[in-house]
RNA sequence: GGCGACGUAGCCAAGUGGUAAGGCAGGGGCCUGCAAAGCCCUGAUUCGCGGGUUCGAAUCCCGCCGUCGCCUCCA
């Protein structure tokens, strides 16, 4: 099979195939560092946390680089508000969400690149794009000329006269066109400056992308990742800036953009005011949810984020992690005939799993797969599988659920170990079980009662009382 | 005004020409002292609406309605 991937480019679906064989060069705009992670922070970095396991569980030797935005407008005005150095801020900020990358799982960067360590790179390609022609200098600042760039908007769909008609073009006077954008911005008075051909200032926005690009994964790269929001104005720029200074195409092989959370029907965006901090859901749900809440649509879709949904997100995890339970007590071993459904599942399972991974990463129809084989092993165990006849199909499982879609299936017990506790909960099990036998349930009850408190879930069987830790408590993010 | 996405059972959601995956919730049953988990059965003659193409459409075309995004900082 042969994985395909949507490029917003050509806005269609075209097979994967990397610059260099085996390795994939891999790009994802980060954060501006001047608040907490919100919610579709934490979308942008399980999405393409997702799309990396893939590409690694493929076989990729994957090179991931998402850079920090650490100068910038808004950086500065916060840092003015609360009287801060901007530097120690944007530093704050990025050990803040440092943190944040932690409590989600995800795979870490390769390179993490700050514009503020990027000069060098960044002042390169504004020379270079001035050398060319395709930029020019107005009193201390650069700007892109987008009508030396024939074919600027060619990722957003747009054309120049199209945005010549728009509405909300603000008029600047240093510009030759409405669209043109800063490469480099003239120093202001009281703002972080760096010292250039062009006179003291700092980076535009676009151009750190395109440096950082250039520096850390070279002229063309295979995967640009970013929010559907950025696609205009600020990806379609790092084109036309990337392009015209290296002269090559295509810059970036697949453009992949994920949805936009939404909450309440509104996009969430700190501008609304509506956004949830990543520490706020972390307060009340494990992370595992919120990567459930995304598995179970496609990437590219919108995602509407509300109570109803986390719950039915919760459940369905649960249901996953419960298959991963042992056999029963005693197990007599299931028949051949099940054993064979088993094994033939096991075989449907990562088929149908990886056609639907390869498949733009529908991770919704791979998610059906994972339920299909749960429901299979499910059916062994009541069947009286054993552990090791189990083991193939939970492997499985495992193999698929954590390390592609980064989720935790085993229970993972925090405090005295499993070995440790284990003698004491039997011997309870074997005592309330003398109990059930003489119907003093009250007992009974008052010990799986109690012990539950304790993070102790037993269950009876037919076959036995069982016993497990019980699943992780939500917990704040960790230091 | 320009560009674009989406509209599938109570909810989430896959499915882009061949007769509707999966999950959550609900109902019935098995198991059970009870509980929990699990298993079995159960739900759209139908895919926003109206036309058209086709032997055949949720899937293609046209029109309409609705929701959302981008065009300004934004993952």
């Not at 195939?17 to 922070?41: F, N, S, W």
């Not at 099940?338 to 498949?359: N, P, S």
Request: hydrophobic letters at 35%; one cysteine or more.
């Amino acid at each position: 099979m042969t994985l395909r991937v949507y490029n917003t480019l050509t806005r269609q679906k075209e097979p994967f195939q990397t610059i260099e064989p085996g390795k994939v060069r891999m790009y994802v705009c980060g954060p501006t560092v001047y608040d907490k992670a919100h919610l579709g922070h934490a979308v942008s970095l399980l999405v393409y946390d997702i799309i990396r396991r893939y590409l690694e569980y493929k076989g990729y030797d994957v090179r991931h680089v998402m850079n920090y935005t650490d100068v910038d407008d808004k950086i500065i005005n916060r840092a003015r508000e609360l009287g801060q150095d901007p530097q120690a801020l944007a530093e704050h900020y990025i050990q803040e969400f440092e943190k944040t990358m932690r409590a989600l799982g995800v795979l870490w960067p390769t390179v993490q690149p700050r514009v503020t360590q990027e000069m060098d790179w960044i002042q390169r390609m504004v020379q270079g794009l001035l050398d060319k022609g395709y930029a020019y200098q107005v009193e201390g600042n650069v700007y892109f000329d987008v009508t030396k760039d024939e074919d600027y908007g060619k990722l957003s769909g747009r054309r120049l006269e199209d945005l010549r008609a728009g509405v909300r073009i603000e008029p600047d006077p240093n510009k030759r066109h409405p669209a043109d954008f800063a490469l480099w911005k003239a120093a202001k008075p009281g703002e972080p400056t760096w010292d250039s051909p062009w006179g003291p200032g700092r980076p535009g926005w676009h151009i750190e992308c395109s440096a950082m690009n250039l520096h850390h994964l070279g002229e063309q790269i295979d995967i640009h990742g970013g929010g559907q929001d950025l696609i205009f104005p600020h990806h379609e720029n790092e084109i036309a800036q990337s392009e015209s200074y290296t002269g090559k195409e295509p810059f970036v092989r697949y453009w992949v953009h994920n949805g936009m959370l939404r909450v309440r029907g509104e996009k969430m965006s700190k501008s609304l005011g509506n956004f949830i901090t990543v520490d706020d859901f972390l307060a009340e749900h494990e992370p595992d949810v919120l990567r459930m809440i995304l598995l179970n649509a496609h990437y590219r879709s919108p995602i509407d984020y509300d109570e109803p949904h986390v719950q039915q997100a919760k459940q369905a995890l649960t249901r996953l992690r419960n298959a991963m339970r042992p056999a029963y007590p005693n197990a007599p071993g299931a028949d051949d005939e099940v054993l064979q459904r088993l094994q033939a599942q096991i075989q449907a399972t990562r088929e149908g799993f990886e056609a639907a991974m390869d498949d733009d990463f529908n991770t919704a129809a791979a998610l059906a797969h994972l339920f299909e084989l749960v429901r299979a092993i499910n059916q062994a165990r009541d069947a009286g599988a054993t552990d090791a006849q189990l083991q193939p199909a939970q492997d499985l499982l495992r193999e698929l659920g954590e390390d592609v879609f980064g989720l935790h299936l085993q229970p993972q017990a925090e405090g005295a170990s499993q070995a440790d506790i284990e003698p004491l909960v039997e011997l309870l099990i074997e005592v309330r079980s003398e109990l059930r036998k003489q119907k003093q349930f009250a007992l009974a009850d008052l010990i799986r009662d109690r012990l539950a408190a304790l993070g102790i879930r037993l269950e009876d069987t037919p076959h036995g009382t069982t016993w497990r830790r019980e699943t992780r408590e939500p917990h704040a993010n960790q230091p």
